[in-house]
């Protein structure tokens, strides 16, 4: 069954590696018969800063709670045309893609405005339609992401710690789990600028497998709503007070 894929794309150079990740899931999801979208933050210039000009008619005009201004525009149709048109791509979408460098343990900074910006309270998590409740849930997500270090240094063992659960937590629970996406296991290339030509093209053709067994790629842990309270506290095991 073919799939709509949206990609966000987060990296300055055209010519990056990164680029070349982009590239081949965009061919393979085309060969697979996906219809593929692409949003490419750094070539169509996307506004990463979160502000009150982010809507139009404001519900409080005198003092800026962003959540909130994020519901009331959204119902009214007042969002800034920009994230609007990011919104209606993440709702459109079967699956969630993301291609992007890591950044001092996290995610280049116009991606995290993205995620400010475009995962709206609302429509896309409030309360406790968060994790399998989220706005986004049936819809799933996956990442291929390069990095400088090598694969050694990350793990339980080494010396960064765990990468999708550890270092970048934050995005893969904290974001795309939180608002109801079933998160696929990142493809990982290490070590990108450093090692030959020849091992940067096995690494796309790894890449390309991963993509066309999508499917059956592992899925990250998440919280399971049903171990809390409704006020979101952990419910007690009999017997482990």
């Known amino acids: 069954m073919s799939l709509r894929i949206h990609l966000v794309h987060a990296h300055p150079e055209p010519r990056s590696f990164v680029a070349a990740m982009r590239d081949t899931i965009l061919r393979v999801g085309a060969e697979r018969g996906d219809t593929v979208t692409l949003s490419d933050l750094y070539a169509e210039g996307f506004q990463p800063v979160a502000s009150a000009a982010d809507f139009g008619a404001r519900q409080d005009p005198d003092y800026l709670v962003y959540a909130q201004e994020q519901r009331q ?5 007042t969002l800034a045309p920009d994230i609007a048109r990011e919104v209606e791509r993440v709702l459109a979408a079967d699956v969630l893609a ?3 460098p890591v950044f001092w343990f996290s995610t280049p900074g116009i991606l995290k405005g993205w995620i400010d910006r475009v995962f709206l309270s609302g429509p896309f998590y409030g309360g406790r ?3 399998g409740r989220g706005g986004l849930a049936g819809k ?4 291929a992401i390069g990095l400088g270090g090598r694969e050694q240094m990350f793990g339980p063992d080494g010396i960064h710690g765990e ?8 995005f893969f629970q904290g974001t795309l789990g939180y608002v109801g996406l ?5 493809f990982v290339a290490y070590h990108v600028p450093y090692v030959e030509p020849v091992a940067r093209a096995a690494m796309l053709a790894d890449l390309e497998t991963y993509v066309r067994d999508l499917e059956s790629q592992p899925t990250l842990a998440m919280p399971d709503l049903e171990d809390f309270s409704d006020t979101l506290a952990p419910k007690r095991t009999p017997g482990k007070d």
């Open 129 to 131: 339609r968060i994790y």
């Open 73 to 77: 525009a959204y119902r009214g149709g």
């Open 140 to 143: 799933r997500a996956f990442a």
């Open 182 to 186: 079933r998160v696929h296991r990142p």
């Open 98 to 100: 993301f291609t992007f």
């Open 163 to 170: 990468l999708a659960t550890g270092m970048l937590r934050h």
